[in-house]
């Protein structure tokens, strides 16, 4: 049986020489595309070229604020010229844990990839997209005066501002990571086209990525076809997400199958890991992808 068309969906701003073994690792020939965006704050990664790698146009990317998934977007955007079976989003810190055909065993299932979970929750809190926040500041870096001037005017803008109304029926969240068909990419970028008022209800929300994609499924009758997502991530420690460590690897070797708060699943991906991983991923390519 022919393999499927993959284009995987890059975001990436540093550790480049793990992004280069990332897309080496996946790289089984014509078959595949790789679309990166490269954080507009960040250098260019050098030595990095094929004829199946694709750099989108970039911005500059700050966390939890829209321009990650507006980056997002233009990923799915590009990566549609390439006719794929599946679109398959990452982080320049994922990698896989499984040899390849593991991940195409089960892409040939067929059904949408991505975690989803209706309503609010603890670690999902309506806070997330009941008020407006800013894009466009580290809110990480606590120290900065751009940061605190735009932390104290969302804090005004929460206690003063009546509550937003929800362009949607129900709300749901996931994973920012998910392998989707084309058709479901392509229903979710006509969706934000034929609806405005749900692109500008995002921009303004927190970790938008998080749910915009997943409230679009969910009200949708493709949420009748998805299975939890394929990457695994520990947020068992804080800060999170755990940095993959020797550990994790034993928890890989023991078992295939796993189990979080949307359910069971078998990951073929990992993050994160950074350039400091690289004895940690040639184990992995020694003992895991064989």
């Not at 790698?53 to 700050?62: D, E, G």
């Not at 994790?248 to 979080?260: A, G, I, P, Q």
């Amino acid at each position: 049986m022919s393999k499927l068309k993959i284009a995987y969906l890059i975001t990436a701003f540093g550790n480049y020489e793990h992004l280069k073994k990332l897309i080496s690792a996946l790289n089984d020939g014509t078959h595949v595309r790789f679309y990166i965006h490269i954080d507009k704050k960040s250098t260019m990664p050098a030595n990095l070229a094929g004829d199946n790698i694709r750099f989108i146009k970039r911005r500059k990317v700050w966390w939890g604020g829209w321009s990650h998934m507006a980056a997002i977007l233009d990923l799915m955007e590009n990566s549609l010229e390439f006719n794929s079976d599946y679109h398959i989003l990452l982080s320049g810190a994922d990698y896989p844990i499984r040899p390849n055909y593991f991940l195409y065993e089960q892409l040939k299932q067929g059904g949408e990839f991505i975690n989803l979970i209706k309503g609010f929750h603890s670690h999902k809190p309506e806070d997330r997209i009941k008020y407006y926040y800013f894009d466009a500041f580290d809110r990480r870096d606590t120290g900065s005066r751009r940061t605190q001037i735009f932390r104290k005017l969302e804090k005004f803008l929460s206690k003063f501002l009546i509550k937003r109304k929800y362009p949607f029926k129900a709300i749901y969240h996931g994973s920012t990571w998910w392998a989707l068909t084309s058709n479901t990419v392509i229903y979710i970028l006509d969706e934000l086209k034929a609806n405005p008022e749900l692109l500008k209800f995002f921009k303004s929300s927190w970790c938008p990525e998080e749910s915009l994609i997943p409230t679009i499924i969910g009200n949708s009758d493709i949420k009748n076809h998805c299975r939890n997502n394929i990457t695994f991530t520990d947020w068992s420690v804080k800060p999170a997400p755990a940095k993959i460590n020797e550990f994790h690897l034993e928890m890989f070797r023991d078992k295939v199958e796993f189990t979080n708060l949307y359910g069971s699943y078998k990951p073929f991906f990992a993050r994160k890991f950074d350039n400091q991983s690289a004895n940690l991923v040639l184990e992995i390519d020694n003992t895991l992808r064989i």
